[in-house]
């Protein structure tokens, strides 16, 4: 009996355990490498660029309190072409945030992870203010 085009493209693909096999390794590193601490530091480093950026800018932060705020924060550009300003930034000084237009309203998102340090929130200060000016 022949199958219908429904029937023969209802397969899902192959069952992959390997992120499931990776889980007792993901932990380990977490526990060798203290992520707890690696948290709350991106978490301080992102409040710091909460105030800093919206100080900065001149704008309020999307987050109203700094609680509603982990590892990422977002803010208001003021009138520009966010688009544009992300691809500089990414194409010109190798700093990669997402620059956007969210309901009809500029905005940069920036996130902060174990790799980063001070040093990126600096040059995204840096930069923006050059950019800005």
Do not use: K
């Amino acid at each position: 009996m022949l199958e219908d085009w429904a029937d023969r493209h209802r397969w899902h693909g192959t069952r992959d355990p390997s992120a499931y096999l990776a889980v007792p390794a993901a932990i380990d590193f977490q526990h060798e490498h203290e992520w707890d601490e690696v948290r709350r530091r991106c978490h301080a480093l992102a409040l710091r660029a909460r105030t800093e950026l919206s100080d900065l800018l001149g704008t309020e932060p999307l987050a109203e309190r700094e609680d509603e705020v982990l590892q990422m924060v977002t803010v208001r550009l003021p009138p520009c072409d966010a688009f544009a300003l992300g691809a500089r930034l990414a194409a010109e000084r190798r700093i990669e945030v997402l620059a956007q237009t969210w309901h009809g309203q500029p905005i940069l998102r920036a996130s902060f992870q174990g790799y980063n340090d001070e040093g990126d929130l600096e040059a995204l200060v840096s930069a923006l203010t050059q950019e800005l000016a």
